[in-house]
Every structure is written in C-alpha cells, then in structure tokens.
T-cell receptor
Framework: RKEVEQDPGPFNVPEGATVAFNCTYS??????FFWYRQDCRKEPKLLMSVYSSGNEDGRFTAQLNRASQYISLLIRDSKLSDSATYLC??????????????FGSGTQLTVLP | EPEVTQTPSHQVTQMGQEVILRCVPISNHLYFYWYRQILGQKVEFLVSFYNNEISEKSEIFDDQFSVERPDGSNFTLKIRSTKLEDSAMYFC????????????FGPGTRLTVL
C-alpha cells in the first residue's frame, strides 16, 4: 500500500467551479499534514498546513480525519492560476531529530477559461 | 521574503563523474533536507541534516551520496560517481524547527547524466 495516496486526475474544471481533492495516508503515527502545489518543473510550494480542526485560507479549505487517515482540500471559485499539481504531504515521526516529508504523487488540476 | 536558493539551475554531466549541488538555506533555519524528483514521478526524501550531521537518510542515499555544510551558509549534496538513473530534479529544503514546521523548498537543480 502506498504511504500517501491521491487520485492522479487530471481534473479539468471551468473557472469559478469548486473542486475537491482527497488523500489517504497509511502511517497512523503521522503527525503533520500539508498541501503543497507544484507548477510544471518547479519546486513544491506550501499551500497550507492541515489541522485536525480543519482550516481555511481564503478560497482554500483543508480537512483532516485522523480516524480515517484521510485529508482533503477544497478549492472554491477556482481561478486560471490555480492550475497546478496538488501534492498531499505527510510528515512522519522518526527516530532522528528531523522529520522527512512523504509526498503523494499529486493530483493535476487544470482550470479552463 | 527570505528564500532557499540553489545552484546551478541545470547541471549536465557524464556518467561516472562527480557532481556537487549547492544550496543556501534560509538564514535562521536549523534543519536542512535534500529531496529528488525523477521526471514524472513523486518527490522523494533523500537526507536530513541537523547540527552538522545527518539525522535521517533514505534507501536512495547510498554510499555514492554525501552532504556537507562547509560554512555557515552553504549546504551541499555530492554524488561521487553519477549514474544515468541519478538524472532528476534535486530540491533542497529547510525548516526552522522540527515540530510541525513546514519545509520550504528551493527552485531545484536539474541534473542530467549522459
């Protein structure tokens, strides 16, 4: 089973649409959760951290369900500039003092005019 | 806003040659990382570094790889004898603390091994 699993898409949506991405993770000891976005051939850029209580940043809402080991991202009123690959990322506990990030394969979003 | 920087942006090398990829993490950050992304695949962890030593490394980070922080600002990844399968984007990242802190990525170095 993959450590972090995402629907690869692609998701093609019209401008203004609402789109939701889902992600599951296999390690129940995972401690921190993030959504990153990655534009073609660029670095991953942090979109938002994901907290158990759920959190919102403008048009973006992230949810975490620890019992189901499930993370979601909702984008409302999508813009052309939202077109990117969205990466579900989990930060696991390790024996060392730093924690590696484990990335999903990403979900590709294209917002159409 | 401070950023992680990486040089060069693109490195082309012959198989068997040594390469050094350079990174300047954000200045007040304490933890440093290297990741790689083979074209079309997901981002994979290579190594983390704290207090001038390796904290964790993945199976990918074998004896051909090494990291160093030679001065107060640079953080380098060396590949001793490159293989074709080392061709990838290599991303450096840094974070100020470990506990629930996000990692910030540099723009990457595209390594092409011929």
């Amino acid at each position: 089973r993959k450590e972090v699993e995402q629907d690869p898409g692609p998701f093609n949506v019209p401008e203004g649409a609402t789109v939701a991405f889902n992600c599951t993770y296999s390690n129940s000891a995972s401690q921190s959760f993030f959504w990153y976005r990655q534009d073609c051939r660029k670095e991953p850029k942090l979109l938002m951290s994901v907290y158990s209580s759920g959190n919102e940043d403008g048009r973006f809402t992230a949810q975490l369900n620890r019992a189901s080991q499930y993370i979601s991202l909702l984008i409302r009123d999508s813009k052309l500039s939202d077109s990117a690959t969205y990466l579900c990322v989990v930060n696991n506990v390790s024996s060392g003092s730093a924690r590696q990030l484990t990335f999903g394969s990403g979900t590709q979003l294209t917002v159409l005019p | 806003e401070p950023e992680v920087t990486q040089t060069p942006s693109h490195q082309v090398t012959q198989m068997g040659q040594e390469v050094i990829l350079r990174c300047v993490p954000i200045s007040n950050h304490l933890y440093f990382y290297w990741y790689r992304q083979i074209l079309g695949q997901k981002v994979e962890f290579l190594v983390s570094f704290y207090n001038n030593e390796i904290s964790e490394k993945s199976e990918i980070f074998d004896d051909q790889f090494s990291v160093e922080r030679p001065d107060g600002s640079n953080f380098t990844l060396k590949i001793r004898s490159t293989k074709l399968e080392d061709s990838a984007m290599y991303f450096c990242a840094s974070t100020p603390r470990t506990v629930h802190n996000e990692q910030f990525f540099g723009p990457g170095t595209r390594l092409t091994v011929l």
